[in-house]
């Protein structure tokens, strides 16, 4: 004997399966904003710290002083991929001095 269609069900299910799947696209998006590999978040984390650490009176590095900055930091501590890993930094810096330097 077949199931009489409920339209009204379906509707709440597929309305609660695309809620599912969105939280899950909005985290793993969220997740990966910083860097999609650990080395690429540990680069974000430390540019945010050296970025905030700039003097009170400094202004923003040049790119390619951030670049050098970088591979000091990549030198001592890093692993992977290198021009990931500046990247990273440099956005992550930027971000960490312009919260601590606010005009």
């Known amino acids: 004997m077949p199931r009489e269609f409920k339209p009204v069900r379906f509707f709440v299910m597929m309305g609660v399966a695309a809620f599912i799947v969105c939280g899950v696209t909005a985290f793993y998006t969220k997740r990966a904003e910083h860097g999609r590999t650990a080395e690429e ?21 040049t790119p390619a002083a951030l670049n050098m900055m970088a591979q000091k930091y990549f030198k ?24 601590t330097h606010s005009r």
Do not use: C, M, V
Request: aromatic fraction near 14%.
């Open 76 to 99: 001592e501590q890093g692993s992977g991929n290198e021009s990931d890993w500046n990247l990273a930094f440099e956005h992550r810096y930027e971000e960490g001095f312009n919260k």
């Open 41 to 61: 978040r540990q680069a974000y984390w430390i540019g945010e710290k050296a970025g905030g650490q700039a003097p009170r009176d400094a202004t923003l590095l």
